[in-house]
């Protein structure tokens, strides 16, 4: 068993865990925080995308073990009570998601996708989200969603609204 201390969505836990346990599992069944997704756990997938450390990173490639000391924010971090995040209002507006399966870690992806880089082009969304699989949206709208997000969250769309 390890000891670890982790900060998730601004919240500190402290906890034992199996020296296995991957971080996902460790999120999802031992914090009770069933938004980041399990698919393929073996990293092809994107569905269990978190920020680890204020970077994106699949939780199913990650032991609990090594998240101690660390600061992770999951898709429940996103938003402010019940008020979505300009990336999630965009998702929701320009129907970013069908099944929603995918959408936790395509919303972190996006997070950090858009902390690197506030106005990418199509090119570099695409492949920002390269590491995601979504199997309903065909992705155009999520990368539309992603343009929609970077336009409200920049400072001139701020300040002429
Ligand atoms: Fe982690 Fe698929 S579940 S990448
Ligand atoms: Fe269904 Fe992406 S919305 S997998």
Same mark, same amino acid.
Do not use: W
């Given at each position: 068993m390890s000891s670890v201390r982790v900060t !998730? @969505?601004?919240? %500190?836990?402290? #906890?034992? %865990?199996?020296? #296995?346990?991957?971080?996902?599992?460790? &999120? #999802?069944? !031992? $914090?009770? $925080?069933?938004?980041?997704? &399990?698919?393929?756990?073996v990293g092809r997938c994107g569905a269990c995308t978190i920020l680890f450390n204020g970077k994106s990173?699949?939780?199913?490639?990650?032991?609990?073990?090594?998240?101690?000391?660390?600061? !992770?924010?999951?898709v429940e971090g996103l938003a402010d009570g019940n008020q979505l995040n300009s990336l999630q209002q965009a998702f929701k507006d320009n129907h970013g998601l069908q099944c929603g399966y995918c959408t936790p870690g395509f $919303?972190?992806?996006?997070?950090?996708? $858009?902390? #690197? @880089?506030?106005?990418?082009?199509?090119?570099e969304i695409r492949?920002?989200?390269s590491g995601n699989i979504c199997r309903c949206t065909g992705y155009v709208n999520i990368v539309r969603s992603v343009e929609a997000a970077a336009e409200a969250m920049s400072p001139t769309s701020a300040a002429t609204a």
């Open positions: !998730v @969505n601004g919240m %500190v836990y402290q #906890r034992e %865990v199996e020296d #296995r346990m991957l971080l996902v599992d460790f &999120i #999802r069944d !031992v $914090l009770q $925080l069933k938004g980041t997704h &399990i698919g393929c756990e990173a699949k939780s199913c490639l990650l032991l609990a073990a090594q998240a101690d000391g660390a600061e !992770v924010t999951t $919303l972190m992806a996006s997070t950090d996708l $858009l902390e #690197r @880089n506030p106005h990418p082009c199509e090119t492949q920002g989200l």
